[in-house]
Nanobody, 124 residues
C-alpha cells in the first residue's frame, strides 16, 4: 500500500499547478483523500479533502475559490488543482488516505496512509 504525491514545482505568484496523488495497492475510490501542506518552520495544515462518499468536499478557508480537489477513478488518482497561487501557499504538500474517516474529521491529520511530499515554491 503506497501513496505518492507529485506535481510540485516552482511557479510565479498568480500561477497554477496541479498536484497528483497516486495509489498503489488499493483503490482510492473507496477512500477519503486529504491534502495537507507544511511550510518551513510551521506545522502541517489541512488544505482540502474529498470524502469516500464522493459528495463531501472541504477546503481550508485560505484556499477556497482557488484550489479544487477531484478524483479520477479510472486512473486511481486524486488531484489538487491550485490556481492563483500565493507565496503563502508554498510548502511541501502531502496526500493522505483513510478508509474509515467520518465527515466531521476530514480536516484532522489522522489518516491511515501518507504519501511522500511534493514541494511547491511560489516566487517571482
Amino acid at each position: 500500500v503506497q501513496l505518492q504525491a507529485s506535481g510540485g514545482g516552482l511557479v510565479q505568484p498568480g500561477g497554477s499547478l496541479r498536484l497528483s496523488c497516486t495509489a498503489s495497492g488499493f483503490t482510492l475510490d473507496y477512500y477519503t483523500v486529504g491534502w495537507f501542506r507544511q511550510a518551513p518552520g510551521k506545522e502541517r495544515e489541512f488544505v482540502a479533502a474529498i470524502h469516500r462518499n464522493h459528495a463531501t468536499i472541504k477546503y481550508a478557508n485560505s484556499v477556497k475559490g482557488r484550489f479544487t480537489i477531484s478524483r479520477d477513478n479510472a486512473k486511481n488518482m486524486v488531484y489538487l488543482q491550485m490556481n492563483d497561487l500565493k507565496p503563502d501557499d508554498a510548502g511541501v504538500y502531502y496526500c493522505a488516505a483513510d478508509a474509515r474517516k467520518i465527515v466531521s474529521t476530514l480536516t484532522t491529520s489522522e489518516y491511515d496512509y501518507w504519501g511522500q511530499g511534493t514541494r511547491v515554491t511560489v516566487s517571482s
